[in-house]
């Protein structure tokens, strides 16, 4: 008997109705012949409510930090209610199954609650009921700390939770979802754009990092780390109907068709922040980055460029959205220290990305993007790039155009 | 520092402004000088939001009884959100506390899931946090197996919890709700009720299992076995306000004023079934009742006749409402090893009851009960005793007519 854990995030476990689609494709896999284990999120909306609720409590008009070890105890009942209404629902269908909290597990969390890290898993417990037979429902999202608290993962941690109880069993992962795999970009966008019958863990990682929400970036890194087996498919069939093969996340030397580029990304999530009239000497940029890392904001792009005045200089970076206006604000207070002259904040900008494992080994990618981009007027501005990808940041006006654009430069629609 | 246990009920934390007012009563028992550990509900109509998920999770379809421990897993969760949010609170007005679930302290419970006997409750963590001047929420209504599965003590539990834990802590017990005390009857059918000052624990478990809400039947048993000092207060008083006296529950011996009544009770959920034509031979009464036992139907008041025709008997008794089509067809399956020769059933009636300790030392009670009834012009059609109650089953139409008469002839209304 092999084993496999199978993950269903809120929208496939939304309603009694959808729990109940959710027990049938869990009991075709155990009639398959595997030992299943089955990690679920909150009801769609349910942790939404949870969290209005701890923001309601007082922390805001008091002035104070949310109390983050009991917005745990309060957020982690979601994923309690959604495996036990799952394991009541598979012993109606005739299927063994019980529940299994974190700290039944026990999944030890470290205790950054609400972004908390898996330590450890032990696998006996659990191992042992499945392999007694029994279905195991695992609340996803949650671990329990050393002494004993709830801690969270933060949002979409139940995938890092189905990941890292497939390698503490050695099962590979299914990862079902809304959508039935990966596809070369968004469809909602572009309507050529085709499902990925295999993708490796890095183009997945800088798809999920660069905007692709199908998968969590940690859940992935995990994955990697741990050459767990992933596969994302879609929870949305009709009884009776297979769930179709998705798209398999695995090792690069495992898929045999390479590709330069495998897809598009894009993200409206960030901001342009610029600096004008920099002091052109060593120290600048530590003054400014140094400023915002020590205030946990993250900074993606950066550019300089020399002003047209000899002796300055300009730089431009990009942070989350959300970001800007503290980011501004940290930079202003630290003028003093940086000297520049004038700051700008846009967030009307879009950064575009295409990824693909194939630009190690081949060059002029970035030549045909640019040159796809310039066709349609698209300006460029800010790049940077990794080993396997290009990100350009445009305006966002232009985002559709340029993703449609790039799928089309790069073939990805003849896949 | 003595210690003080606090329970809220569901309609004292059915919102954030709610949960805000009981995180201010117990800051004025910390501010008072207590170590407080508080018992919550789950927020009002959340429970019965739960339970029907779980109802609809297939049982009911497939003819399957539910999944009683995962039906834990879920209702339990109520609770759990409860006990977070008010930590929260109190954190956010500057009081130091941190919530407990049932398996956190531990509270054993033994695997009847739904409704749960509390075994056992360690109160060294709980009682070591309390010294360490933090208040502890807990989750009521929850208790944890010895093989680690979550237990609920089936509704109204969350009393049975705050009494339990008031005795393993050696601390009295506040029960706030949203009455501010208990009445000599119910203040919406006779508006001369009066609170009482104190009642013993065997008046209120009278009152209790007769019909007045206040407190859970479990709840005054565990406080009268392990002598835990009550108190019924109510919740809803203004910023600033102090919660009143309320009425405390304690053993006969500390209540200086004696009275022979203390008071009145009443309630609508009986239904009455009729024998008719049973023959008048040993045995008779066992085959039925030993049918309804088996059965899990509680019987409460029984009254046997002679009927007219010289060799043959008539049998009355009363079983809860909705237990009677199930009493009924459970009766009629044993006609042949009874032998009664007709059956009815009348949900139309109403159980009144006077309760009193004074009753074991006075006579003359019930001859001033059915004088005061008989003078309304109100029938009895059956009669039950204890040591310090008399309880009349009457028709429903005269219920009020009936509180209001004994009400006023044991001088109730001028305490």
């Known amino acids: ?227 767990v087996p992933l596969r994302v498919l879609s929870s949305f069939v009709e009884p009776g109907e297979a769930p179709g093969q998705g798209t398999i996340v695995c090792d690069e030397e495992d898929i045999v068709e390479k590709r330069i580029v495998s897809g598009v990304a894009y993200s409206r999530d960030e901001a342009k922040i610029s600096l004008f009239g920099l002091p052109d000497h060593p120290g600048v940029s530590s003054a400014i980055f140094g400023a915002l890392a020590d205030a946990n904001v993250n900074v993606d792009m950066i550019v300089q460029s020399k002003a047209r005045t000899a002796d300055t200089a300009n730089m431009e970076f990009t942070v989350g959205k959300r970001d800007a206006q503290r980011a501004v604000e940290i930079v202003r207070a630290a003028q003093p220290q940086i000297g520049f002259l004038d700051i700008a904040v846009n967030d009307d900008v879009a950064k575009v990305s295409v990824i693909g494992v194939g630009m190690r080994s081949h060059t002029g990618v970035a030549k045909s993007m640019f040159q796809a981009l310039a066709e349609k007027g698209v300006n460029i501005q800010v790049i940077s790039t990794s080993e396997i990808k290009i990100s350009v940041l445009i305006d966002a006006a232009y985002t559709e155009l340029a993703v449609r654009a790039l799928h089309a430069a790069y073939g990805l629609d003849q896949l």
């Open 1 to 227: 008997m092999s084993r496999l854990v199978m993950k269903f995030g809120g929208t496939s476990v939304a309603d009694l109705e959808r729990i109940r689609r959710v027990a049938r494709l869990v009991n075709a896999e155990v009639l398959a012949g595997h030992q299943v284990a089955v990690v679920v999120s909150a009801m769609s909306g349910k942790t939404n409510e949870l969290v209005a609720w701890t923001d309601g409590s007082g922390a805001a008009a008091a002035g104070l930090p949310p109390s983050d070890d009991e917005y745990d105890v309060v957020v982690a009942s979601g994923e309690q209610v959604t495996a036990g209404l799952l394991a009541m629902t598979l012993r109606n269908m005739g299927v063994s199954a019980r529940s299994w909290m974190g700290w039944q597990i026990p999944i030890i969390a470290d205790d950054a609650h609400g972004r908390a890290r898996i330590d450890d898993i032990s696998p006996e417990k659990l191992g042992g009921a499945m392999d007694a037979g029994e279905v195991a429902v695992i609340a996803g999202f949650q671990g329990v700390t050393r002494d004993g608290r709830i801690a969270t993962l933060g949002r979409g941690g139940s995938d890092t939770s189905a990941v890292a109880i497939a390698a503490a069993l050695g099962a590979p992962c299914d990862i079902y979802t809304d959508v039935d795999g990966v596809y070369t970009t968004d469809p909602r966008i572009e309507s050529k754009a085709r499902k990925l019958a295999r993708i490796s863990y890095e183009e997945m990682l800088e798809m999920a990092s660069l905007g692709a929400k199908v998968l969590q970036t940690r859940s992935v890194e995990l994955a990697m780390a741990y050459k």
